[in-house]
């Protein structure tokens, strides 16, 4: 191949392809599908190619993939027990846009709202919190890393009269946790609350619990406002992406300018990566439900795989229920290194996304009983 080719006589590029290469087969710490391919799509890469603005509004520019954006869109909704009557969204540039985005449509909503999220919740909701400049209580985790409802509970007792905005985790970063919506919502009956917002960050499970069996309870048919989800993660691809999901009322409370490119500036970047949705389209015709269905599955057959192995050698694994996110004590800085571990206090995880097959896990564990031999 003529790229190939070129990067060969490149020395640094070389080395960078090389290191990448190497470290994408061998990581296992980070929740980055790892089994697709879209070459397919190299003629593009010559084209300037732009989503401009709102997905749904044609632009004066019209080099865009929006048609296909759409459709991505319109079968997520679908997933989410929704419809495009419903709800809008549009594809972003990731997990951390979705969720900076469902955090403003709810400020819009209720511009003196309090946000409650948990202390398990991804460190770059903090920073979103901060530039839209709203206020925020941390609530209390469990040890499992869901939402700790009786803090909830002792937190929202005395603010019964506030505008709130709930930031639910559906798989939380280290330990794949599901906060609860129905005790939340208990809680919101409870103390009579009004006005109230809620956003589901379904970062990494977004494109996997709607296909799980059961299904958890996250989606527009247990009223949510606003969901974002990335597709870097379980769909996979090289460059980072996600989907947001909202009620088509919130959105039209902000779509009231239209800009110099003539499309309505409902989106939190103007210029847009028109690439990513044809990686996603691709996903969808590639697999269709039953595959992702099946993907689910295999995936989460090797999690239970992964923590028997664990336990078996004495590394106290568990996991959150069918969960793809294998959490043990942390082994060695070496091994976390060799095996990219991402690691918090005195635990590491596993997660077992597309493209990590027990293979790969047989050579960590190999490793861990390796060091443990050469300890005692
Ligand atoms: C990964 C992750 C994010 C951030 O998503 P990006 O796609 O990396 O921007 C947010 N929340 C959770 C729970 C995540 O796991």
Known sequence: MYICKKINTMKDLKEILKRISENNASFLGYPLAKDFSYQEFAPFLDLCLNNVGDPESPSTLTID??????????FFANMLSTNMDEVWGYVTNGGTEGNLYGLYLARENFPNAIVYYSESTHYSVKKNLHLLNINSIVVRSQDNGEMDYDDLDQILMNRRDKPAIFFLNIGTTMTEAVDDLDKIKQIISKYAIKNYYIHCDAAFLG???????????????????SISISAHKFIGGPIPSGMVFAKRQHRNRIANSISYVGTLDTTITGSRNGLTPLFIWSFIEKHGIDGIKMRVKKSQGIASYVERKLNEIGYNAWRNKDALTVVFNKPSE??????QLASERSIAHIICVPGIEKEHVDVLINDLINESVLVY
């Open 334 to 339: 070496e091994i976390c290194k060799k095996h």
């Open 65 to 74: 993939t929006k048609a296909i954006e759409r459709k991505c869109i319109s």
């Open 207 to 225: 494109c996997v619990a709607p296909f799980a069996d059961p299904k958890p309870k996250f989606d527009f048919s247990e009223g949510v406002d």
